[in-house]
């Protein structure tokens, strides 16, 4: 029995491995200095980079983060707070329901009610899209954690004459806060590879902008248009462009394992 | 009844029922505390001795379902009028639970605070005050003076428990309400709290739940005894355990049942 679980749990471990050493393999030797910097050139031309949508990447995500985190973590609160009644219920299974939606789906009807209406593809639109996805997700593991904050700290606050939402954010949140900030982090890490709800609204963009009323570029876009293309110079910098991306994923992982420590060394 | 004639009453239960939903766990219950007494409630498990003490300051109707009936005076004035703020009135009535219940996220010094900075900002040398005042009176400030920044998990649970009391004492309340306060403690550190019982009684009026009788009667000056949900007796508290006038009484301290 222990064998077996060894051998399924090193099949896991393996495929990770397997896919950081071919992308280290592949992608490493383009990381230079002009990867990071320079934005695409004409296609066909060798060099350039990829600066446009490491940037991109940031204000996308980034912005996603600030509509989706106050409101997931807010939804999350009142869910585990007040969220016994029927609204509750209801709020519950819409979150459900959208965690288990397809994120193409998502950036369907974003592309529905966001770019149609503006007439042209956006950045903002991407980062709307990405907010839908993260909120039920942020909203459920939230909720997970505020409810693991014992009844009896509760109490001991609304004893002391703290007024009930007083006690959610000073007492029950501040403790669960731990928790609630890896959940969030693994959201970031989770949109921030996601590409299907960003063909229909970021679109991609092969030069440089800051712009997040125009079409914008993410690695994630990045890597599909350059692999899908026809030049051996495209499939290198899109195996440089999905090491960075993967390299940006296991450091959010990695962050969000640290603040577990944090909470379990402050409850030692 | 229980106390004498001219004791000057802090609170007063007239027929208090506490229900949950169409069920009354406490059933019609009239009681007198004395200022600055400590009063013992006792009972088998399930007699509803812990709801009667969380209806004194408001937190049983926090419970799913929780309501009562009957009044409840605090100097003289119904805590469940509806003019009465709930949450202010909390800050009259200090409360501490039957596990210790730090605030795993404040350090020593803010746990201690928590409650007078819900009141109001103050100022810092206030709070210096006020905290050590606290800590001395709950007879942990000798032990933690020079770690006031630190975690309050790093206590022991007794000494945890002595923080839930100076919690509770830092706002000044006027009663202070102990529900099985050394339930969780071993035999040293439930010795401290009762101690502490005897010394705190000075400034404030006590009102403690304990299902460890040797503890009733060590610790106070009154003893109600509670079976059902029904207060069956009330008398001074030398008197309940050595003639109670209840035959109920008489085979529950004697240790016939419960």
């Known amino acids: 029995m222990t064998g077996l679980v060894a051998v399924l749990s090193f099949t896991a471990v393996l495929a990770l491995v397997l896919i950081l050493a071919d992308l280290i393999a592949k992608g490493a030797s383009s990381l ?76 369907i009807f974003a592309w529905t009610w966001l770019v149609k209406p503006m007439g042209h593809f956006s950045a903002l639109a991407g980062s709307v899209a990405l907010a839908a996805l993260m909120i039920p997700m942020i909203a459920r593991t939230t909720e997970e954690m505020v409810r693991l904050v014992p009844h009896s700290l509760r109490e001991a606050a609304l004893a002391l004459g703290y007024a009930r939402w007083r006690t959610s954010l000073r007492i029950v949140a501040r403790t669960a806060l731990a928790g609630i900030v890896t959940g969030c982090l693994v959201g970031i890490a989770r949109i921030a590879g996601e590409t299907a709800p960003l063909l229909f609204t970021a679109l991609g963009n092969l030069n440089f902008t800051v ?21 051996d110079e495209w499939h ?33 | 009844m229980a106390p004498p004639a001219d004791a000057v009453l802090q609170l007063e239960t007239v027929r208090l029922t506490a229900l949950y939903g169409p069920r009354a766990v406490v059933k019609d219950v009239s009681l007198m505390f004395p200022k600055h007494s400590v009063s013992a409630v006792i009972g ?30 605090l100097d003289g ?44 900002s103050r100022s810092r040398g206030e709070l210096d005050q006020a905290v050590e005042r606290a800590l001395r009176q709950a007879a942990l400030w000798d032990e933690v003076q020079d770690r006031l920044r630190h975690s309050a998990l790093a206590l022991s649970g007794g000494q ?57 009667a060590r610790v106070s000056d009154y003893t109600a005894f509670f079976f059902l949900g029904e207060l069956v007796e009330v008398a001074r508290t030398e008197d309940l355990f050595t003639k109670p006038a209840r035959e109920q009484t008489e085979a529950y301290i004697t240790g016939r049942f419960g």
């Open chain 1, 211 to 231: 712009s997040v009323g125009q079409p914008m570029q993410t690695l994630s876009l990045q890597i599909y248009q350059y692999a899908s293309g026809p030049f």
């Open chain 1, 32 to 107: 230079d200095w002009s990867f990071f910097t320079k934005s695409p050139v004409a296609a066909g031309a060798t060099g350039g980079g990829v600066a446009n949508a490491i940037v991109g990447t940031g204000i996308i995500v980034g912005l996603a983060a600030l509509i989706g985190l106050p409101v997931g973590i807010g939804t999350g609160l009142y869910l585990a707070e007040y969220g016994s009644g029927r609204l509750g219920w209801i709020v519950r299974f819409v979150a459900d329901v959208l965690n288990g939606t397809p994120s193409i789906v998502i950036g």
């Open chain 2, 44 to 73: 088998p498990s399930g007699c509803g001795k812990s709801t009667f003490l969380r209806c004194l300051n408001r937190m049983h109707e926090l419970s799913e379902g929780g309501w009562v009936t009957g009044r409840v005076l």
């Open chain 1, 236 to 268: 290198r910098l899109a195996w440089a462009a999905a090491l960075v991306l993967m390299g940006l994923v296991l450091l959010l992982a990695v962050g969000a394992r640290w603040a577990i420590r944090q909470r379990h060394g402050a409850a030692r």
């Open chain 2, 77 to 120: 004035a119904d805590i469940y009028d509806e003019r009465v703020d709930p949450v202010q009135l909390r800050r009259r009535i200090g409360m501490v639970f039957q596990r210790p219940t730090p605030f795993p996220t404040m350090s020593i010094y803010d746990n201690v605070a928590a409650g007078l900075r819900v009141n109001g």
């Open chain 2, 160 to 216: 945890q428990q002595r923080l839930c009391i100076a919690r509770a004492l830092a706002p000044q309340p006027e009663v202070l309400l102990l529900d099985e306060p050394t339930a969780s403690l071993d035999p040293s550190g439930t010795q401290r709290i009762e101690d502490l019982c005897h010394e705190l009684k000075l400034a404030y009026t006590i009102v403690i739940v304990t299902h460890n009788l040797q503890q009733a």
